[in-house]
């Protein structure tokens, strides 16, 4: 006797299906992409595993995808004889999202934003996309190898639950029934059906078949025969020479091998031959998907050996940093049972590894001088953070990562990451020997701090950067072009200072010898130096990181990581010309001299975005000294 069970989607199961179901209305035939995408994932999984256990064939060699429709009972049927599910993969697939980032993403939303179609873009759009034209979704599923008792039905009508019955099912593999909604009835057409196969599915590896219908002169109608026909053609669409290939079939493949909404940004498609044997086709995609900093994601690259496919998300096959790209590679040299385990250490694996890199890169660079600067920014917007990573995790092509940074500056002055580091070489001063940089925690910050006073003054361009990642980044890129990068807060600066000393009189250096102890001893244990300053024109104070130690801004970050880090003692540069300093300077008291110094010290510590331990007192102390002058 069977029994039902009823289960709730999780409730982020609900968001995505609204969400979708609102965004894709316009484009609702490319359910049918998913679900034989869907399908023929299954068949490549089935062929796989039975490569090393025959049996789960089952005796039925051909694997294939049958669609079919009945009118009157208004239902469209996908079948395949893949590799099924089992009760609890149903569960885990179909029931729940199993990423746990799109939780948190999906609550990160605001009711505005989640009405926002764009958002859709960010998400695979997968099975779920039957409920843009089914009231109520059938799915029977049996996992080849198992038990024909061991089937499962579950059922939902997408509205916040499902049920799940345990069935009889002879064949293995996966069947989807689609109730279609009242006005789909064009999914209920053969034409429109094989003309929607044929543009979006034509290259899937699989025959998909129909029911051969004949015309009925009689009835004046088609007439199904019961034969089936193939109405793809089934090549696998990387093997196909570049020519005969369109625009338009390279971009429906990218969207049914990602389950992406957009299109891709480029597509890169090469057969090598000669020592090694293998097809690549790259895709870079337009837009960045929500969980790209998820380290649980799944990386974009499907492994094939000899068209037979191995596995998804082949991390071996790109660095972490190009995450991003998805694809194929089809190898003729690797076993066909490879494995995870083999693919980490195997030279072939790391040549087409090493040759893929550089192709993406190659490309970029392409883009990004000759052929589209502006698609390009649009590209670093998406996945400059990404990139940057490589900087850091790829040192064989650390260069041509360089090449391709773009930061904020203070010679464009907007927030956008424009600039590369070859044009600010290329702008640089007769004189200049370094490329300048600030790190904040935002572009404000960074833009506004008063480092760059005399940076601006003398027309010197500084990059602004405020991006989680940039300490990592300048951590390990030191030079570009044998220009060394050099922070505008790092203690040294002395190319800057040398000449202005050199014009001061005896007296004047003595007494600022004086003001700089003076300040020192009113301070104490809080600054390791203090010292007059050449940077400044408009501020009093500043405070920098003391040369060889780790940048203030980096320490906030680890400290935020929950890092335990040593208690940082700045120096704090104080600008002679300033009216405040001058003032300071005339104190004869102990005591106002102390108010004055730890006042100065704390708004300088403040302008570089840092928490002030005791903010009241701060406060306090300020406003006993303008009240002071009232
Ligand atoms: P995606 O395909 O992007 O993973 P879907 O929501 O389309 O997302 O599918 C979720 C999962 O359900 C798939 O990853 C797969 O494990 C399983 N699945 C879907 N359709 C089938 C099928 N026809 N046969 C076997 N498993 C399937």
């Known amino acids: 006797m069977s029994h039902t069970e009823t289960h709730a989607f999780q409730t982020e199961v609900n968001q995505l299906l609204k969400l979708m179901i609102h965004a894709l209305y316009s484009n609702k035939e490319i359910f049918l992409r998913e679900l034989v995408s869907n399908a023929s994932d299954a068949l490549d999984k089935l062929r796989f595993e039975a490569v090393s256990n025959d049996a789960l064939h089952e005796g039925e060699e051909q694997l294939e995808i049958s669609v079919q429709f009945d009118k009157d009972a208004r239902t469209l049927t996908l079948r395949d004889n893949g590799i099924g599910m089992t009760r609890d993969e149903v569960i885990a697939n179909i029931g729940t999202i199993a990423n746990s980032g799109t939780k948190k993403f999906l609550e990160s939303l605001s009711g505005d934003q989640a009405k926002d179609s764009n958002l859709i873009g960010q998400f695979g759009v997968g099975f779920y996309s039957s409920f843009i034209v089914a009231d109520e979704v059938v799915l029977e599923t049996r996992r080849a190898g198992a038990n024909p008792a061991e089937g499962t039905r579950w059922i939902s009508k997408g509205e916040g639950e499902y049920t799940l019955e345990t069935i009889e099912k002879a064949d293995k593999g996966t069947t989807i029934t689609l109730h279609l909604k009242a006005d789909m009835d064009e999914f209920l057409d053969k034409y429109r059906l094989k003309n929607i196969i044929s543009t979006y599915s034509d290259h899937i590896n699989f025959p998909i078949k129909m029911e051969k219908t004949e015309w009925d002169a009689e009835a004046k109608a088609d007439k199904p025969t019961g034969e089936m026909e193939q109405v793809n053609k089934a090549t696998a669409l990387w093997t196909q020479a570049k020519s005969e290939l369109s625009d338009e079939d390279y971009k429906n493949f990218y969207q049914t091998l990602s389950h992406d909404f957009n299109e891709p940004l480029a597509y890169l498609h090469n057969k090598v031959e000669g020592t090694l044997e293998y097809t690549s086709l790259l895709y870079l995609p337009k837009k960045a998907p929500f969980d790209l900093y998820d380290r649980e994601r799944r990386y974009g690259l499907k492994l094939y050996v000899k068209r037979v496919f191995i596995m998804d998300d082949a991390e071996h096959l790109m660095p972490a940093y190009l995450r991003f790209v998805r694809g194929v590679i089809d190898s003729a040299d690797l076993p066909l049972n490879v494995s995870r385990e083999i693919l980490q250490s195997n030279k072939v694996v790391d040549k087409i590894r090493s040759a893929s890199v550089k192709r993406v890169l190659d490309h970029l660079a392409k883009l990004a001088k000759d052929e589209n600067p502006q698609e390009y920014l649009d590209f670093w917007k998406q996945f400059g953070n990404v990139l940057k990573e490589g900087v850091v995790e790829d040192f ?68 602004l950067l405020s991006d989680r990642i940039d300490e990592w980044l300048v951590s390990h890129l030191f030079e570009f072009e044998g220009k060394s990068l050099k922070s505008v807060n790092s203690a040294d600066l002395k190319e800057f200072d040398a000449a202005s000393e050199e014009s001061l009189s005896e007296e004047d250096k003595q007494a600022r010898q004086a003001l700089t102890e003076k300040v020192k001893n009113a301070l104490g244990d809080l600054v390791s130096e203090v010292r007059m300053t050449h940077r400044l024109i408009e501020s009093p104070a500043c405070v920098v ?39 300071l300077d ?37 406003n006993r000294l303008l009240t002071a002058v009232m």
């Open 586 to 622: 005339q104190l004869q008291d102990d005591a106002q001299c102390q108010e004055w110094s730890r006042f100065l010290f704390d708004q300088a510590q403040l302008a570089e975005g840092h928490i002030l331990e005791e903010p009241g007192e701060f406060i306090r102390r300020m």
């Open 545 to 583: 990181t003391p040369e060889g130690e780790m940048s203030a801004h980096m320490a906030r970050i680890m400290e935020q990581m929950g890092q335990a880090v040593p208690k940082q003692k700045p120096v704090l540069e104080l600008n002679p010309e300033h009216q405040l300093v001058k003032k």
């Open 396 to 463: 064989a092509n650390k260069e041509k990562i360089a090449q391709l940074l773009r930061f904020a500056s203070t010679h464009t002055g907007g927030a956008e990451q424009n600039v590369a580091l070859a044009d600010y070489v290329a702008r640089m001063q007769p004189d200049q020997e370094a490329i300048y940089y600030i790190i904040a925690d935002t572009h404000a910050a960074a833009k506004g701090s008063p480092h760059l006073e005399m940076f601006r003054k003398k027309g010197i361009e500084v990059l």
